[in-house]
């Protein structure tokens, strides 16, 4: 909506490596952040970050108002959503609760039975946990 821009690619940097030089007025700046992982966990445990920074060719555009200027602590690299805390042991009664409701109801009722009516009961508890749990991991997985 603001137009098209060109960056450069000025250098790639690892975590701990010094930051790039602070912008003059007018500049802009892009820094691209992904995960890097070596050895046999390396396809779901990243060990680090890597990042790209490019520097805007030509003059910067001023934020649109209502925007965001600046990044929230959940959204920087590896960060896990710490929020999903509460919701999540709110699911983990849920299935708890769904699990011994099944096991009563298989005494009451039989076996098919319990599984008809409570099978998708555990299956919605169970994903309400998973999907939950997924939030506390780190963002770049």
Do not use: C, K
């Amino acid at each position: 909506a603001q137009g098209a821009f060109t960056y450069r690619v000025d250098r790639v940097r690892h975590a701990g490596d010094p930051l790039p030089v602070p912008l003059s007025a007018g500049a802009g700046r892009l820094t691209l952040v992904t995960s890097v992982a070596s050895g046999w966990r390396s396809r779901w445990a990243p060990s680090g970050t890597v990042y790209v920074d490019a520097t805007l060719q030509g003059t910067a555009v001023a934020i649109p108002p209502g925007r965001p200027a600046s990044v929230p602590a959940p959204e920087d690299a590896m960060a896990g959503d710490t929020g999903a805390l509460m919701p999540l042991v709110l699911w983990l009664q849920a299935l708890v609760l769904v699990a011994l409701a099944v096991v009563w109801a298989r005494v009451r009722w039989g076996t098919w039975q319990t599984w008809l009516i409570g099978g998708p009961l555990l299956l919605a508890a169970l994903w309400g946990v998973s999907s939950t749990a997924v939030q506390l991991l780190p963002n770049l997985l």
